[in-house]
């Protein structure tokens, strides 16, 4: 009964036969269409909206209908457009197949190595074009080839060692380009040095005293060759009192050299002595405005000033002897300096000539003297050092064993602290013994 008058009400609204009704076009098959003109949305009612579709756009459509004796194509969701706005859609399948063709075109870059083996570097390129094939026919037509490049490649060093080529320069390619080998071969090079003459000097600052530096010689065809022999950073003076001191080395250089590398070398002027001149690497030493001491001519000046250095490192050495035991200072006997200086060389005669110490005493005056050899390759600085180092050990082992009752074997230290002498002259003379070895004499004339 509920149905009977459910289908009477359905009828009784007026719906004829074959009328459109919204929500059944979904679900039939659908299909394209693309719009001829502006084409704007109407109800499913016929009632034309704001909304519209440009031309020859395409829009889905379930199927035709008509409303009110207009046809309208079904957009769905309640969207109808005139049939008169629009035609349907025809995907047109296309008469031609394409594809892309592909060419490799190699370039083979081969190193022969210095040590016989040949090592490749393959450089490949790629060049396409489109070609169009007819589903019918079968003939294919030929887009343009495009183009492609081989880069730049750097050809590796080889020490020691010159490429015939240091790069193998970029190149475009082309479809007509053919594969190609590029072939690099080495060449031994030497390693020469472009030389300046120069005149400064240097010294290994910062290097570890103790340690030595590689040295080279210049061969005929101006290449460097490592040697045997190193270069002293310091000289090691053994002081006698259970320490040492280093004297860095200043040496004199008189020719730079760059190789081929960007390497800098210093040649260090030759030892008078007779040593070996030789080349080092200049990132091992400094410039410096300290004079020579390497040189002999250069190492060793003797002159008043060093006498006087001697002088007053003495005269500080004694009156610390004096002081210590509440006796007053010592000055310098100015004075007397000449004639001290004038017995002091006397002196060194006799002890060249004899081997001996002998006292040539001033008038007045009481006399200690000391002597002794040390290193020939000793610096100016390093020889005034050493020889007050002995003078000191000598005096020292003499307040050791100091007795006021002296039997005469601490004459010296008693000389040095007698209250009653007040000043002092010194001298001291280097010289070069029968032997070669450097010696010192010095003499220490006390007055009243």
Not at 235 to 251: A, I
Not at 263 to 270: G, M, N, R, S, V
């Amino acid at each position: 009964m509920k149905l009977k008058n459910a289908a009477t009400l359905l009828l009784a609204g007026g719906l004829a036969a074959g009328a459109y009704l919204p929500g059944q076009a979904q679900a039939k098959a659908s299909y394209k269409i693309q719009f001829t003109k502006t084409a704007y949305v109407y109800t499913t009612k016929g009632k034309k909206t704001k909304t519209h579709y440009s031309k020859n756009k395409v829009a889905t459509a379930y199927k035709t209908v008509k409303v009110k004796g207009k046809s309208y194509y079904d957009l769905g969701h309640g969207e109808l457009v005139k049939t008169s706005d629009a035609k349907k859609y025809v995907v047109k399948k296309s008469a031609y197949k394409t594809s892309t063709q592909t060419k490799k075109i190699v370039r083979t870059i081969q190193l022969y190595k210095p040590n016989g083996d040949v090592t490749k570097k393959i450089q490949n390129a790629y060049v396409k074009r489109i070609v169009k094939q007819n589903t019918k026919t079968k003939k294919k037509t030929y887009g343009k080839w495009s183009t492609s490049s081989w880069t730049t490649y750097t050809v590796p060093e080889e020490d020691g060692y010159e490429a015939s080529q240091s790069t193998v320069a970029s190149e475009d390619v082309f479809s007509t380009t053919k594969n190609k080998t590029v072939k690099v071969t080495y060449k031994e090079v030497k390693n020469t040095l472009t030389i300046t003459a120069v005149n400064f000097n240097v010294t290994a600052t910062g290097k570890d005293p103790d340690a030595f530096i590689g040295a080279y010689k210049l061969n005929s065809d101006q290449t460097l060759e490592d040697v045997e022999s190193n270069v002293e950073v310091a000289q090691n003076v053994d002081l006698l009192d259970n320490t040492s001191k280093n004297y860095p080395w200043v040496y004199t250089v008189i020719e730079e050299g760059v190789d081929k590398k960007g390497t800098h070398f210093y040649h260090l002027q030759e030892d008078t002595e007779g040593a070996t001149s030789v080349w080092v690497k200049a990132s091992d030493f400094t410039k410096t405005t300290e004079a020579n001491n390497v040189n002999a001519a250069a190492r060793f000046q003797w002159t008043e000033k060093e006498n006087r250095a001697v002088e007053q490192a003495d005269l500080q050495l004694l009156n610390s002897y004096r002081a210590a035991v509440g006796v007053a200072p010592l000055t310098i006997a100015v004075d007397q300096q000449a004639a001290t200086d004038a017995r002091a060389q006397k002196g060194v005669e006799y002890r060249k000539a004899t081997g001996q110490l002998s006292h040539n005493y001033a008038f007045g005056a009481s006399e200690n003297l000391a002597g002794g050899y040390i290193s020939q390759k000793l610096s100016t600085q390093a020889f005034i050092d050493f020889t007050m180092s002995r003078i000191k050990d000598s005096w020292d082992t003499e307040k050791k064993t100091y007795d006021s009752h002296s039997t005469g074997k601490t004459g010296h230290y008693t000389t040095i602290i007698n209250p009653m002498y007040t000043k002092v002259a010194i001298s001291t003379v280097p010289y070069t013994n029968d032997k070669g070895y450097l010696c010192y004499f010095t003499v220490e004339e006390y007055f009243r």
